[in-house]
């Protein structure tokens, strides 16, 4: 399967020097903890480039008046427990008032099958766009997962980013398989999966990385 264009892969120079820096498995957790925050914000950045703006009320500058912007869309963060919390405070910093609708969903290690352990989606959607948030897609099946569970919540494919790093091409070809109706943004795609289903060269194991927990 060809990757579609639904899979928007950054270009920005510092998205990949960031991503040069995360990938080096000696960084202390502070500095991974910054460099995906950094890089929560620049995908972010780039995955809200179509959120549409309306009118808003009449605002005064400093030296006159003028017609003030607002998001017409209700955002929400869908962050995939544990990693996703590593872009929390990121998409907060371009959403402030958006809620956060954590989701837990860990991988079985023989398997690699996704096993939901808990869901704080509220029991009527209350957003217009979701970014899920979750800094790998290897083998698909945790992402796949995830959005089956935002469907059958409520949501539609159209109302659905899928905002990761790095994800495996078989991964993101999973993915656009079950679900071709979501847009995916990551900063690279690395080729290879090994036989514990990680990513290489990757990024390791995210939410160890993130949390200190090696």
């Given at each position: 399967?060809?990757?579609?264009?639904?899979?928007?892969?950054?270009?920005?120079?510092?998205?990949?020097?960031?991503?040069?820096?995360?990938?080096?498995?000696?960084?202390?957790?502070?500095?991974?903890?910054?460099?995906?925050?950094?890089?929560?914000?620049?995908?972010?950045?780039?995955?809200?480039?179509?959120?549409?703006?309306?009118?808003?009320?009449?605002?005064?500058?400093?030296?006159?008046?003028?017609?003030?912007?607002?998001?017409?869309?209700?955002?929400?963060?869908?962050?995939?427990?544990?990693?996703?919390?590593?872009?929390?405070?990121?998409?907060?910093?371009?959403f402030p008032d958006a809620p956060v609708l954590h989701l837990g969903i860990y991988r079985e290690k023989v398997s690699h099958q996704p096993v939901e352990y808990y869901n704080k989606l509220p029991d009527v959607p209350n957003v217009d766009v979701c970014y899920v948030l979750d800094?790998?897609?290897?083998?698909?099946?945790?992402?796949?997962?995830?959005?089956?569970?935002?469907?059958?919540?409520?949501?539609?494919?159209?109302?659905?980013?899928?905002?990761?790093?790095?994800?495996?091409?078989?991964?993101?070809?999973?993915?656009?398989?079950?679900?071709?109706?979501?847009?995916?943004?990551?900063?690279?795609?690395?080729?290879?999966?090994?036989?514990?289903?990680?990513?290489?060269?990757?990024?390791?194991?995210?939410?160890?990385?993130?949390?200190?927990?090696?």
């Amino acid at each position: 399967m060809t990757l579609t264009e639904a899979v928007h892969v950054s270009k920005h120079p510092i998205v990949a020097y960031k991503l040069s820096q995360l990938r080096e498995k000696n960084q202390k957790p502070k500095v991974v903890r910054e460099l995906t925050h950094d890089l929560s914000l620049l995908l972010g950045y780039e995955a809200s480039s179509d959120i549409t703006l309306v009118k808003g009320q009449q605002a005064t500058s400093q030296y006159g008046n003028y017609q003030s912007s607002e998001i017409r869309e209700r955002v929400g963060l869908v962050p995939v427990l544990r990693s996703g919390l590593g872009f929390v405070d990121g998409f907060l910093n371009l959403f402030p008032d958006a809620p956060v609708l954590h989701l837990g969903i860990y991988r079985e290690k023989v398997s690699h099958q996704p096993v939901e352990y808990y869901n704080k989606l509220p029991d009527v959607p209350n957003v217009d766009v979701c970014y899920v948030l979750d800094p790998v897609i290897a083998t698909g099946n945790t992402a796949v997962a995830t959005i089956n569970m935002l469907k059958e919540w409520g949501v539609t494919g159209s109302q659905i980013k899928f905002v990761a790093i790095v994800g495996s091409n078989q991964g993101l070809e999973q993915l656009q398989a079950e679900h071709p109706d979501i847009n995916i943004y990551v900063a690279a795609i690395d080729e290879t999966l090994d036989t514990n289903g990680y990513i290489n060269p990757g990024i390791g194991d995210s939410g160890d990385r993130l949390w200190n927990t090696v």
